[in-house]
């Protein structure tokens, strides 16, 4: 066994650890799945077998999927902010997350379907957010205000005002 990272985030699954990991696998780069555990006893959310954890990452970042019951849920008090270079790259990652079962929110913010909440952050808009000229600032945080998935052409287009 290898040693775990100091911080690990661990993030509560109603059963979904393995598919959720294996998504985020498949559509993030730096990421994978190191391992899957097996419940060594019945327990109150699963059986003798059962997937139990998962060790994970997601970009870089060490996770452990815990296939807890439905006692918790995810809410937007957690999410994964995701920096996009480009308007291509922005769509891919919102499309794989909403494509596959999850929920469009307002200003970038999006679900996949086990609940886990997504920012899907274009540089462009951080960028415009800080600008040093209040006046732009404004007008590309009404416009992004105004979103589902951000664009990064109408946040630019805001800034020339």
């Known amino acids: 066994m290898s040693t775990p990272a100091k911080n690990t985030i661990c993030l509560w699954y109603d059963g979904g650890a393995e598919e959720a990991a294996r998504f985020y696998a498949e559509t993030f780069p730096d990421s994978s799945v190191q391992a899957v555990h097996r419940a060594p006893a019945d327990n109150p ?35 994964f902010q995701v920096a996009t270079d480009d308007q291509a790259e922005t769509d891919r990652y919102w499309n794989a997350i909403v494509g596959n079962g999850g929920q469009e929110s307002m200003c970038g913010w999006c679900k996949d379907k086990w609940g886990v909440s997504w920012q899907i952050t274009p540089v462009a808009m951080t960028k415009a957010f800080t600008n040093p000229d209040p006046a732009i600032a404004k007008r590309a945080f009404e416009a992004m205000m105004e979103m589902k998935k951000i664009d990064i052409a109408t946040i630019e287009a805001a800034c020339r005002g």
Not at 45 to 73: A, H, Q, R, W
């Open 45 to 79: 959310s699963s059986k003798d077998g059962d997937v139990l954890t998962v060790d994970f990452t997601v970009m870089g970042i060490p996770c452990l999927g815990l296939n807890g019951g439905s006692t918790f849920t995810q809410s937007e008090a957690f999410s």
